[in-house]
């Protein structure tokens, strides 16, 4: 059974960098696109970006300029870095496995992580 | 791009059939057969239910179904139960995105 758990702090000062990591276990990285998607109560449910174990990646155009993901194969993990925060950026944070490039096939979900943006 | 449209609420007797309306535009929902729904009970994480517009994953009970026409994809839930009661969220695909929808609060009464 695969699962995904995130980690990573849960307070980020406003203007510096939120960095999340999610490890999978039960499955291997090599295969697959691994997600990451927020939840804000305003604004619902927000895609991130994927990213393919070969590095690949495609992001939210309305997020581009401050996301990057990238993977580790070797420790079965993927990380996402939003530079730049504000309050809006303040929401549950999943990582998430994708079956393929275009469906949205989000299969397994990690538990979630509270990120507060706050001084 | 906008979150795709979805009602705020919809709610149904126990038994009883009820429909969610998910819609888009040409460039997502009538594009593409590329729509996916999640259920989400408070404080869990999103659990998939449809993909690909009316697949359903292995597990989920086949009183849930979906389909879709035109710009606007669906989710009916037949004889409903008390566990159905959850929000609910369409996904479609696009070009350069992966859209959501607004999210529908099912009530059992």
């Known amino acids: 059974q695969v699962q995904l758990q995130e980690s990573g702090p849960g307070l980020v000062k406003p203007s510096e960098t939120l960095s999340l990591t999610c490890t999978v276990s039960g499955g291997s990285i090599t295969s697959y696109y691994w997600s990451w998607i927020r939840q804000t109560p305003g604004k619902g449910l927000e895609w991130i970006g994927y990213i393919y174990y070969t590095g690949s990646t495609s992001y939210n155009p309305s997020l581009k300029s401050r996301v990057t993901i990238s993977v580790d194969t070797s420790k079965n993990q993927f990380s996402l870095k939003l530079s730049s925060v504000t309050a809006a950026d303040t929401a549950v944070y999943y990582c998430a496995r994708k079956w393929a490039m275009a469906t949205p096939f989000f299969d397994y979900w990690g538990q979630g992580t509270l990120v507060t943006v706050s001084s | 791009q906008s979150a795709l449209t979805q009602p705020a609420s919809v709610s149904g007797s126990p038994g009883q059939s009820i429909t969610i309306s998910c819609t888009g535009t040409?460039?997502?929902?009538?594009?593409?057969?590329?729509v996916s729904w999640f259920q989400q009970h408070p404080g869990k994480a999103p659990k998939l239910m449809i993909y690909?517009?009316?697949s359903r994953p292995s597990g989920v009970p086949d009183r849930f179904s979906g389909s879709k026409s035109g710009n606007t994809a669906s989710l009916t839930i037949s004889g409903l139960q008390a566990e159905d009661e959850a929000d609910y969220y369409c996904?479609?695909?696009?070009?350069?995105?992966?859209?959501f929808g607004t999210g529908t609060k099912v009530t059992v009464l």
């Open positions: 040409s460039g997502d929902i009538g594009g593409y057969d590329y």
């Open positions: 996904s479609s695909y696009t070009s350069s995105n992966t859209l």
């Open positions: 690909d517009v009316s």
